[in-house]
């Protein structure tokens, strides 16, 4: 997959832009490898580590058995000890069997040892519905993830963050999780050539507004910004700000905005009960609840696991009709 | 998708390792009428064998008879592991029995056929992991197994349904993700089950079905019932610590359960000597403690008589086995393309053709005057009636209504 150098501005889809990413922290970071299933020769499943064995070779890209057990301990022990791993898991719903590693390991380690270890551990892996792939391989789990103290987790929505946030995250010296989005894969936009870090931990107005705040998570920012341009036509002005980091959370920027619009629509993927924007609505009562003129909403999957026919996934995942539907609800339309 | 690579050691080592998988293969097929015993140094493996199970002495090439309870020390450097033997049973199995295997197989051949192509012409979402080749091993196992005995199968688990006895069209309606299909729409080929006919569900995590086997032999054993449950997994899936968890409760528990291995050679898009550093699953078998047993995957007989002994084993109080099947997926990891594939080479491909279960069967049902090859033209036809007669009752099945999807989430009393 050697693309050609072309002048910019360069548009690349989101696949490309994280295999971007990849290559350019095993480019600039020695102590960096890259392992997962299928990684290596056949490029991974998404396509997104193509032409990465042929550059860096099988000491630093590498195949593994089908262990998430054993690929997760790999990244906790590698990164505790020199190495700068990124770690592909396949599947976000593979979580399963690996979250001892993940859970008690990996975001505990450096605590428990009173400081002594750091762990530069990246992991990605892939959230999300959308495909027909059910129950077990399209769930959106960050909230697993971000209630762990000594995690990070972040959420790149398009191409530019998604090669920005993979290499901010392997220069950062905590595990970092970058949950990317099979949907999004061919979404396509202006790309840098140069390597270049999104910050984690800060959120980003992706369309100014007045009349009420969305906070989105992932491709859910998609949704938002389409019914944004949707209640255009009916005389509303929202602002839509892209999370981008759900650990840390940007409280700041989110209240700032609440402040200007007295108003609040978190809108995930993931089921609504104990999913991040419980967390989020809590945040802004307790740091705006004067500023607020309406009761803070959300627009989340309902509590049910993924289905796998068309008709009820269709229904089962948030859209930007359903978000329409809320702010006009919120503002008593 | 994938990217042309160059050739690197690993990938070189990975030829050779393949190179030594065919060749044992054919030795299997070999010696198919004969035990090989296994070796073992480890003392403790000894004494272990000792107290439960028989063993075998001698090298690899003497033929060891295994008494029936007697229990003989080992003096075997690998664990009890046999390769099973092939048509070595003197009461051969009935005609109804060759007959209904036969047709156990050409069923999940031709529904994977037309579900492959269903699903490349669009008409299926999602993922379909296709069984062709592997029939021999669903209908070997499944031939010895009636709707009381449980089985888990994997994400490539249409055939294990078909062998079962799943129907075609709520198959196709599952697929389809119609709410005649048989979990209503909402499970998909990846999670398609009977529990009337004790299938547990295909499962979309690899790895995800041996613990629930376990599980289930634990039921049978806990029930006093003579039942059994089988655990397939694939070559991949045995590098899972769930496996390895499974396997070791089920030989501590002596649980009636049968762990069958369907080595076919690769997980997703990696060889089997870029995923393990072992030739043969069922090597595993002694770190667990229990027997194993390596067969011919493509020979229906074959995995009929290895399972058969298994299942007996595990019917009667025995304990598990390890019954590694060595097979082949024809088709590509996820729906049909089978060839000019960058991780295999056709001629593998090919050399694997040529062992095809269902032809081969063919020929000696044909042989041995159990059917005739206009019967058996005929039976193909009807099942490819039954099957479009499927698609069709599915294609007309309506869709699983909005308030289906917070159905069954949970158990609800009275609902
Ligand atoms: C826990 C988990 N890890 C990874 C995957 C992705 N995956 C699906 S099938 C497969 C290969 C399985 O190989 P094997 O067990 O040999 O079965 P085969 O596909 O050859 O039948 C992989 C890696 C998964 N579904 N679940
Ligand atoms: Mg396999």
């Given at each position: 997959?050697?693309?050609?150098?072309?002048?910019?501005?360069?548009?690349?889809?989101?696949?490309?832009?994280?295999?971007?990413?990849?290559?350019?922290?095993?480019?600039?970071?020695?102590?960096?490898?890259?392992?997962?299933?299928?990684?290596?020769?056949?490029?991974?499943?998404?396509?997104?580590?193509?032409?990465?064995?042929?550059?860096?070779?099988?000491?630093?890209?590498?195949?593994?058995?089908?262990?998430?057990?054993?690929?997760?301990?790999?990244?906790?022990?590698?990164?505790?000890?020199?190495?700068?791993?990124?770690?592909?898991?396949?599947?976000?719903?593979?979580?399963?069997?690996?979250?001892?590693?993940?859970?008690?390991?990996?975001?505990?380690?450096?605590?428990?040892?009173?400081?002594?270890?750091?762990?530069?551990?990246?992991?990605?892996?892939?959230?999300?519905?959308?495909?027909?792939?059910?129950?077990?391989?399209?769930?959106?789990?960050?909230?697993?993830?971000?209630?762990?103290?000594?995690?990070?987790?972040?959420?790149?929505?398009?191409?530019?963050?998604?090669?920005?946030?993979?290499?901010?995250?392997?220069?950062?010296?905590?595990?970092?999780?970058?949950?990317?989005?099979?949907?999004?894969?061919?979404?396509?936009?202006?790309?840098?050539?140069?390597?270049?870090?999104?910050?984690?931990?800060?959120?980003?107005?992706?369309?100014?507004?007045?009349?009420?705040?969305?906070?989105?998570?992932?491709?859910?920012?998609?949704?938002?910004?389409?019914?944004?341009?949707?209640?255009?036509?009916?005389?509303?002005?929202?602002?839509?700000?892209?999370?981008?980091?759900?650990?840390?959370?940007?409280?700041?920027?989110?209240?700032?905005?609440?402040?200007?619009?007295?108003?609040?629509?978190?809108?995930?993927?993931?089921?609504?009960?104990?999913?991040?924007?419980?967390?989020?609505?809590?945040?802004?009562?307790?740091?705006?609840?004067?500023?607020?003129?309406?009761?803070?909403?959300?627009?989340?999957?309902?509590?049910?696991?993924?289905?796998?026919?068309?008709?009820?996934?269709?229904?089962?995942?948030?859209?930007?009709?359903?978000?329409?539907?809320?702010?006009?609800?919120?503002?008593?339309? | 998708?994938?990217?042309?690579?160059?050739?690197?050691?690993?990938?070189?080592?990975?030829?050779?390792?393949?190179?030594?998988?065919?060749?044992?293969?054919?030795?299997v097929k070999?010696s198919a009428t004969k035990k090989v015993?296994?070796?073992?140094?480890?003392?403790?493996?000894?004494?272990?064998?000792?107290?439960?199970k028989v063993?075998?002495?001698?090298?690899?090439?003497?033929?060891?008879k295994k008494p029936a309870a007697?229990?003989?020390?080992?003096?075997?450097?690998?664990?009890p592991r046999t390769v099973a033997k092939k048509g070595a049973s003197n009461k051969g199995p009935s005609n109804a029995t060759l007959k209904a295997m036969h047709l156990k197989m050409?069923?999940?051949?031709?529904?994977?056929?037309?579900?492959?192509?269903?699903?490349?012409?669009?008409?299926?979402?999602?993922?379909?992991?296709?069984?062709?080749?592997q029939e021999a091993v669903a209908s070997g196992v499944m031939q010895h197994l009636s709707n009381e005995d449980w089985i888990?199968?994997?994400?490539?688990?249409?055939?294990h349904?078909?062998a079962k006895g799943?129907?075609?069209?709520?198959?196709?309606?599952?697929?389809?993700?119609?709410?005649?299909?048989?979990?209503?729409?909402?499970?998909?080929?990846?999670?398609?089950?009977?529990?009337?006919?004790g299938?547990?569900?295909?499962?979309?995590?690899?790895?995800?079905?041996?613990?629930?086997a376990?599980?289930?032999a634990?039921?049978n054993?806990?029930?006093?019932?003579k039942n059994v449950s089988i655990a397939f997994?694939?070559?991949?899936?045995?590098?899972?610590?769930?496996?390895?968890?499974?396997?070791?409760?089920a030989?501590?528990?002596?649980l009636p359960c049968v762990f069958v291995c369907e080595?076919?050679?690769?997980?997703?898009?990696?060889?089997?000597?870029?995923?393990?550093?072992?030739?043969?699953?069922a090597?595993?078998a002694?770190?667990?403690?229990m027997p194993g047993v390596i067969c011919d995957g493509m020979d229906v007989m074959a995995v009929y008589e290895a399972a058969g002994e298994a299942i007996e084993r595990a019917r009667s109080g025995g304990g598990p086995t390890l019954l590694e099947c060595k097979t082949?997926?024809?088709?590509?990891?996820?729906?049909?393309?089978?060839?000019?594939?960058?991780?295999?080479?056709?001629?593998?491909?090919?050399?694997?053709?040529?062992?095809?279960a269902?032809?081969?069967f063919?020929?000696r049902?044909?042989?041995l005057?159990v059917?005739?090859?206009?019967?058996?033209?005929?039976?193909?036809?009807?099942?490819?009636?039954?099957?479009?007669?499927?698609?069709?009752?599915?294609?007309?099945?309506?869709?699983?209504?909005?308030?289906?999807?917070?159905?069954?989430?949970?158990?609800?009393?009275?609902?």
């Amino acid at each position: 997959m050697s693309e050609a150098k072309k002048p910019e501005p360069r548009v690349l889809p989101y696949v490309l832009a994280i295999n971007e990413g990849i290559r350019t922290v095993l480019r600039e970071q020695d102590d960096s490898f890259l392992a997962g299933e299928d990684v290596a020769a056949a490029g991974s499943v998404y396509g997104y580590c193509g032409g990465l064995l042929d550059e860096f070779g099988s000491r630093r890209v590498i195949d593994t058995p089908i262990s998430e057990k054993g690929i997760m301990g790999l990244g906790v022990g590698a990164s505790a000890t020199g190495c700068r791993p990124i770690i592909d898991l396949m599947f976000m719903d593979f979580l399963g069997e690996c979250m001892d590693e993940v859970a008690n390991q990996m975001a505990k380690m450096r605590f428990m040892f009173g400081g002594k270890a750091t762990l530069p551990v990246t992991v990605l892996t892939m959230g999300g519905a959308g495909g027909g792939m059910a129950a077990q391989h399209s769930q959106s789990l960050e909230a697993w993830l971000a209630h762990l103290p000594g995690m990070k987790v972040v959420m790149p929505s398009d191409a530019y963050d998604a090669k920005g946030m993979i290499i901010a995250a392997a220069r950062d010296d905590n595990p970092v999780f970058v949950v990317l989005n099979k949907q999004s894969l061919a979404m396509s936009m202006e790309v840098p050539e140069e390597s270049y870090e999104v910050p984690i931990g800060e959120a980003v107005v992706r369309k100014q507004g007045t009349d009420l705040t969305i906070v989105a998570f992932g491709r859910m920012v998609h949704e938002a910004l389409d019914a944004a341009e949707q209640l255009k036509d009916v005389g509303l002005n929202v602002e839509v700000i892209d999370a981008r980091s759900v650990q840390p959370f940007d409280t700041a920027t989110v209240v700032a905005s609440i402040k200007k619009t007295h108003r609040a629509l978190i809108v995930h993927e993931a089921v609504k009960f104990g999913g991040i924007g419980g967390e989020i609505s809590a945040q802004i009562q307790e740091e705006a609840f004067d500023y607020l003129d309406a009761p803070i909403m959300r627009v989340a999957a309902p509590f049910s696991p993924v289905p796998f026919s068309p008709a009820l996934e269709k229904l089962y995942i948030p859209n930007a009709a359903g978000i329409v539907t809320k702010v006009k609800e919120t503002l008593g339309l | 998708m994938a990217q042309a690579k160059k050739k690197t050691a690993a990938k070189k080592a990975a030829a050779k390792k393949t190179a030594t998988r065919s060749t044992k293969k054919s030795v299997v097929k070999k010696s198919a009428t004969k035990k090989v015993a296994a070796k073992s140094t480890k003392k403790s493996v000894v004494k272990k064998s000792a107290a439960k199970k028989v063993a075998a002495k001698s090298t690899k090439k003497s033929v060891v008879k295994k008494p029936a309870a007697k229990k003989v020390a080992a003096k075997a450097r690998k664990a009890p592991r046999t390769v099973a033997k092939k048509g070595a049973s003197n009461k051969g199995p009935s005609n109804a029995t060759l007959k209904a295997m036969h047709l156990k197989m050409l069923r999940i051949r031709r529904f994977e056929e037309r579900a492959g192509k269903l699903m490349e012409d669009g008409k299926v979402p999602g993922a379909l992991h296709l069984y062709v080749g592997q029939e021999a091993v669903a209908s070997g196992v499944m031939q010895h197994l009636s709707n009381e005995d449980w089985i888990t199968s994997t994400h490539r688990g249409h055939g294990h349904l078909v062998a079962k006895g799943g129907e075609f069209k709520p198959m196709f309606a599952e697929l389809f993700g119609r709410s005649t299909g048989y979990c209503n729409g909402k499970g998909g080929s990846m999670h398609i089950s009977n529990m009337d006919l004790g299938m547990l569900g295909a499962n979309g995590i690899v790895g995800g079905g041996p613990p629930i086997a376990m599980g289930a032999a634990f039921s049978n054993q806990f029930k006093g019932n003579k039942n059994v449950s089988i655990a397939f997994f694939g070559d991949g899936a045995s590098n899972e610590g769930s496996v390895h968890e499974a396997a070791n409760m089920a030989a501590l528990y002596k649980l009636p359960c049968v762990f069958v291995c369907e080595n076919n050679g690769y997980g997703e898009y990696t060889p089997q000597a870029d995923h393990q550093a072992i030739v043969d699953v069922a090597d595993r078998a002694s770190g667990y403690g229990m027997p194993g047993v390596i067969c011919d995957g493509m020979d229906v007989m074959a995995v009929y008589e290895a399972a058969g002994e298994a299942i007996e084993r595990a019917r009667s109080g025995g304990g598990p086995t390890l019954l590694e099947c060595k097979t082949y997926r024809y088709y590509d990891h996820v729906g049909i393309r089978g060839m000019g594939l960058t991780y295999r080479t056709d001629e593998e491909v090919e050399a694997w053709k040529k062992k095809d279960a269902i032809n081969s069967f063919e020929k000696r049902l044909i042989q041995l005057g159990v059917m005739s090859r206009k019967q058996l033209d005929a039976l193909d036809a009807a099942i490819g009636e039954e099957l479009e007669e499927a698609i069709q009752y599915a294609s007309d099945s309506p869709y699983p209504t909005p308030d289906q999807l917070l159905e069954d989430v949970y158990y609800v009393k009275g609902a």
